[in-house]
């Protein structure tokens, strides 16, 4: 089975991504993915290696953030006993362990300047240095490498060699964010909902169409780990459930994608509302233009029909 397939995501720029993925994936190229924390750059670097000649050969992950700075050195190259405090034995580093495979770097833009130029020398020459050690190794290791932050930013304050970036960035993929994406969101959410049904042996549960409108206006700053949560998160509480606007978190309503600009005929006025009463007056006037077609009413609205009932019933509105 093609890896790329199994990776959800119909839209334009996904799709484009995904068959730059593919024919990447046939050959040895340094791979700098970039993209948003949640967008699913891990996911996208196994795919490539599964796909790649190194599919039998191990896919190591070390996130570059996660380790002290005096730590990194050793974990990427290995160290000879002695080396230093603690080194009581010999250690083999990723980049050993990782032979004949992929070595995916993720938040690179966190590695060490000092380990950077020993990152340098191995893609260029494929030979490393332990800790310790005086005579080099050579490992055949291909390089992925990942980041959520603008390496150009990070060199021009400093902090990232620029031929370091040149030699990961040979073939960029760009992961778009989720709110570029949203037609996605529906397949996204029935995967999870359906992984979720299993793992907790409950109903599977469901975005009605009110609630998809909801979630494609949202900003999404966590991406697809933000939705994949949000998924667990209802099929725990409201296992078998068709989930409906009022049901969403509050971080749902009110919120505009980032992308959009603001447009609003509606000005508040500088003495406020009353909000209540506006709702009402504007759940009336629904009501009025569709005969007291309760269903067309509420379609108007942009709510649920259970939920405009539950309004005429609070407000006490007449209906034809």
Known sequence: MNQFNSIIGHSPAFESLLRSAQVVSATDVTVLIKGETGTGKEVLANAIQKESNRK???????????????????????HKKGAFTGAVSHKQGLLQAAEGGTLFLDEINSLPL??????L??????????????????????????????????????????????????????????????????????????QFAEKYAVPETKFSKLALKKLRAYSWPGNIRELRNLCERLSILLAGKTIEPENLPHEFFGNITVD?????????????????????????????????????????????????????????????
Do not use: M, W
């Not at 039998?56 to 005096?70: K, M, S």
């Not at 000092?114 to 990152?119: D, F, H, P, T, V």
């Open 114 to 119: 000092s380990i950077q130029a020993k990152l």
């Open 121 to 194: 020398r191995f893609i260029e020459s494929g030979e490393c240095l332990a800790v310790g050690e005086t005579k080099p190794y050579k490992a055949d290791v291909r390089i992925i490498a990942a980041t959520n932050a603008d390496l150009l930013n990070q060199i021009e304050a400093g902090e990232f060699r620029q031929d370091l970036f040149f030699r990961l960035n040979v073939v960029p993929l760009d992961i778009p964010p989720l709110r570029q994406r949203t037609e996605d969101i529906e397949d996204l959410s029935k995967y999870f909902f359906s």
């Open 260 to 320: 959009e600009p603001v447009n609003s005929d509606f000005v508040l006025p500088e003495n406020g509302l009353q909000l209540d009463t506006l709702e009402a007056n504007i759940i009336q006037q629904a009501l009025s233009r569709t005969k007291g077609n309760r269903s067309k009413s509420a379609r108007l609205l942009g709510i649920s029909r259970d939920t405009l009932l539950y309004r005429i019933q609070k407000y006490g509105l007449a209906t034809q």
């Open 56 to 78: 039998n050969a191990p896919f190591i992950t070390l996130n570059c953030a996660a380790l002290p700075e005096g730590l990194v050195e050793s974990e990427l190259f290995g």
